[in-house]
Nanobody
Framework: QVPLVESGGGLVQAGGSLRLSCVAS????????MGWFRQAPGKDSEREFV??????????FYADSVKGRFTISRDNAKNTGYLQMNSLKPEDTAVYYC????????????????WGQGTQVTVSS
């Protein structure tokens, strides 16, 4: 089990920045791949891949929509993952979720076994 808790969301103007954190419990986090996903408002919206990082931080991957603006990182000593979001746009508005899994990271939700509860990010125009 890798319980996860996100924080750092909020309301920001377009062009602003936020840093999301994902704190994990237990030792398994340091051996886990981690991903960030988001789900935009609307009951039919899908959970969209944002970024992923492997356990050793030697490999990262980003969705095209956030490449060059968002940075994923982690500090295994602190059992914490991060998503630094710069140059935010109104279309980045969503609930952001962190996820973890003991296998290689993926870009679909089914790749991850453990999820946080989400944190709301709202970008005003």
């Amino acid at each position: 089990q890798v319980p996860l808790v996100e924080s750092g969301g909020g309301l920001v103007q377009a062009g602003g920045s936020l840093r999301l954190s994902c704190v994990a419990s237990g030792r398994a986090f340091s051996s886990s791949s981690m991903g960030w996903f988001r789900q935009a408002p609307g009951k039919d919206s899908e959970r969209e891949f944002v970024a992923a990082i492997n356990w050793s931080s030697t490999s990262t991957f980003y969705a095209d929509s956030v490449k060059g603006r968002f940075t994923i990182s982690r500090d295994n000593a602190k059992n914490t993952g991060y998503l630094q979001m710069n140059s935010l746009k109104p279309e980045d508005t969503a609930v952001y979720y962190c996820a973890a899994d003991l296998s290689r990271y993926g870009i679909v939700p089914a790749s991850y076994s453990f999820w946080g509860q989400g944190t709301q990010v709202t970008v005003s125009s």
